[in-house]
């Protein structure tokens, strides 16, 4: 459910993670970065979210 959420709302995704730091720092920088670009910044955000969960599950076992 969370690889879903990180295609929407990737910043959210990360905070829900375990790491809301970066969650709050990705957030400042993904909203500019949306209207800036006209969304062209987007699909990184979602390899950097995806990134995150992945790893996060692999700690944890």
Known sequence: MNYLLAILLP???????????????TFLIWIPALFLSGGLTHPMFILLAWFIIFEGRNRQT
């Open 11 to 25: 910043p959210l995704s990360i905070f829900l993670a375990g790491r809301p730091i970066l969650g709050i720092i």
